[in-house]
Nanobody, 123 residues
């Protein structure tokens, strides 16, 4: 499965962005999907995950209430709506697919990764 993330960019403190991640195969609809991010000099960290149906989601405490993950299985796409962005949200954001659909917060669970899209939040 190939994943293509898009939607990153430069936004001011308090602004919004929506990231998209498109999958190359229809098996996408059976996978749990995750979003992770990596800031310069830091470890990759979990942001959000959504189960195969879209009914269940989990968020990192740092983004809870500001970010929303969703998916459209008909379009093989998962989204990350980000609101009230903060400078500390600046990072490269990666989408990932878990073919076992374990719905996990651990990056080791995920089998396929997109190339990343840069989000920069200016103060």
């Amino acid at each position: 499965v190939q994943l293509q993330a898009s939607g990153g960019g430069l936004v001011q403190d308090g602004g919004s962005l929506r990231l998209s991640c498109s999958a190359s195969e229809r098996t996408f609809s059976t996978y749990a999907m995750g979003w992770f991010r990596q800031a310069p000099g830091k470890e990759r960290e979990f942001v959000a995950t959504i189960n195969w149906s879209g009914r269940n989601t989990l968020y990192a405490d740092s983004v809870k209430g500001r970010f929303t993950v969703s998916r459209d299985n008909a379009k093989n796409t998962v989204y990350l709506q980000m609101k009230r962005l903060k400078p500390e949200d600046t990072a490269v954001y990666y989408c990932a697919a878990d073919r076992r659909s374990l719905y996990s917060t651990s990056y080791e669970t995920y089998d396929y990764w997109g190339q990343g899209t840069l989000v920069t939040v200016s103060s």
